[in-house]
T-cell receptor, first 117, second 111 residues
Framework: GAGVSQSPSNKVTEKGKDVELRCDPISGHTALYWYRQSLGQGLEFLIYFQGNSAPDKSGLPSDRFSAERTGGSVSTLTIQRTQQEDSAVYLC???????????????FGPGTRLTVL | GQQLNQSPQSMFIQEGEDVSMNCTSSSIFNTWLWYKQDPGEGPVLLIALYKAGELTSNGRLTAQFGITRKDSFLNISASIPSDVGIYFCAGYMEYGNKLVFGAGTILRVKS
């Protein structure tokens, strides 16, 4: 597609359940980012994939959070044993991935709104 | 912690007025990006800046990359109701590969 897509757009789950959020980046973009945005807040960096390099996981808030990127394209963010404080909008972005150039402009998907009851 | 200070936190202005918001940091940045986020949507890139002193326009929007490389501003001229939303500054720090975001400026416009 023309832009970054994410699914589902909304997810309601019960505390303790696992959830998987999906991101389809723009075709040809080698860099993929996950962010979390709590209500009325700015964006919190979670994890960054660049090509075949090991991902930068420095923003993941706990070991309940993990992400993978298969085939250098689609990415899945998994949250295990969800807690109420995990409720937020999870945003995915992609870029061409060449740092220091115009190619590192990040383009965002519409986000997945996660509600943990 | 927050490495970018974005101000003001919110603005409530009359339609037709000009708007100015800015971001500052104690760190040096080599890229500044300004985004707008509408309710229920992801942020949309408005303007990208890559050189100190660079002044770039996109319609009624103008943004500048500060000479010190530690700040940037965004101006919106002759605001209209559809300018309502949250504006975020973001930047890549020197030697960094992660985009750092400001906390956002909420813009409301009275028609």
């Amino acid at each position: 597609g023309a832009g970054v897509s994410q699914s589902p757009s909304n997810k309601v789950t019960e505390k303790g359940k696992d959830v998987e959020l999906r991101c389809d980046p723009i075709s040809g973009h080698t860099a993929l980012y996950w962010y979390r945005q709590s209500l009325g807040q700015g964006l919190e960096f979670l994890i960054y994939f660049q090509g075949n390099s090991a991902p930068d996981k420095s923003g993941l808030p706990s070991d309940r959070f993990s992400a993978e990127r298969t085939g250098g394209s689609v990415s899945t963010l998994t949250i295990q044993r969800t807690q109420q404080e995990d409720s937020a909008v999870y945003l995915c972005a992609s870029s061409l991935g060449l740092a220091g150039t115009t190619y590192n402009e990040q383009f965002f998907g519409p986000g997945t709104r996660l509600t943990v009851l | 912690g927050q490495q970018l200070n974005q101000s003001p936190q919110s603005m409530f202005i009359q339609e037709g007025e000009d708007v100015s918001m800015n971001c500052t940091s104690s760190s040096i940045f080599n890229t500044w990006l300004w985004y707008k986020q509408d309710p229920g949507e992801g942020p949309v890139l408005l303007i990208a800046l890559y050189k100190a002193g660079e002044l770039t326009s996109n319609g009624r929007l103008t943004a500048q990359f500060g000479i010190t490389r530690k700040d940037s501003f965004l101006n919106i001229s002759a605001s209209i109701p559809s300018d309502v939303g949250i504006y975020f500054c973001a930047g890549y720090m020197e030697y960094g590969n992660k985009l750092v975001f400001g906390a956002g400026t909420i813009l409301r416009v009275k028609s």
